[in-house]
């Protein structure tokens, strides 16, 4: 069964420093996206991409985040400066589109970051 | 916005049955669906509801009440490994109208005692 893969599953950085995440939605899935879950917490939305650029964006994704797709199978969170709030669990989704799709979204297994 | 009211925490007996609920307040309303999460996992789908009624899949049922803005997961014959923390979740159209990411609930953690 396809499935979204994520690395690294842990990373571990000082503050300041830059990070990326990786990950690689499902192959015929048009729908992609970033969320974060600090420990204990729900699931927080970060931004979806769409036809390769941002749809949408929430107000935790500031200046210091950036997302990319580059390649036809990669898709990137970068955060350009932790902070030791970026500390959580990221997670990478993917989807179809249809109806229904938008509800039904594969999660990678996530990323856990944490900043020192 | 959208937000979701689900409780915090649930406890049950294997073989039991057991009913999470959700209600939720939206601005434009697609269906709720409905994910679980294991310990340091990530949330896997389990159901989505676009009209009311009923949805069965195996021991597992979801239900929607559009009207009342109410939803709720059902777990029958519970085992063990059901022990996990429960999501609703709703689609949130963003600023555009045509956003697809989502809102969740604070999670339901279903702890099943032998």
Redesign the interface.
């Known amino acids: 069964e396809p499935e979204v893969t994520q690395t690294p599953s842990h990373q571990v950085t000082q503050m300041g420093q830059e990070v990326i995440l990786r990950c690689v939605p499902i192959s015929n899935h048009l729908?992609f996206?970033w969320?974060r879950q600090i420990l204990g917490?729900?699931?927080?939305?970060l931004v979806?991409f769409?036809n390769n650029e941002i749809?949408?964006k929430?107000e935790i994704f500031d200046d210091q985040f950036s997302v990319e797709r580059p390649d036809g199978s990669n898709f990137t969170l970068k955060i350009r400066s932790t902070k030791l709030e970026d500390s959580a669990m990221y997670?990478c989704a993917s989807?179809e589109a249809g109806?229904?799709?938008?509800?039904?979204?594969?999660?990678?297994?996530?990323t856990r970051l944490l900043v020192l | 916005g959208q937000s979701l009211e689900q409780p915090s925490e649930v406890t049950a007996v294997e073989g039991a049955i057991v009913q999470i609920n959700c209600t939720y307040q939206t601005s434009g309303f697609y269906g709720l669906s409905w994910y679980q999460q294991h310990d340091g996992g990530a949330p896997t789908f389990l159901s989505y509801n676009a009209l009311d009624g009923l949805e069965e899949t195996g021991r597992f049922s979801s239900f929607l009440s559009r009207s009342d803005s109410y939803g709720y997961l059902l777990l029958q014959e519970l085992q063990m490994k059901d022990s996990a923390s429960y999501f609703c979740a709703v689609r949130d159209p963003g600023r555009t109208g045509s956003a697809r990411q989502l809102t969740f609930g604070s999670g339901t953690q279903l702890t099943v005692l032998p």
Do not use: D, H, L
């Not at chain 1, 917490?41 to 939305?45: D, M």
């Not at chain 1, 109806?99 to 996530?110: M, N, S, W």
């Open positions: 729908y996206y969320y917490q729900k699931v927080e939305f979806s769409y749809s949408e929430s997670f989807s109806a229904g799709g938008a509800e039904t979204q594969y999660f990678g297994p996530g």
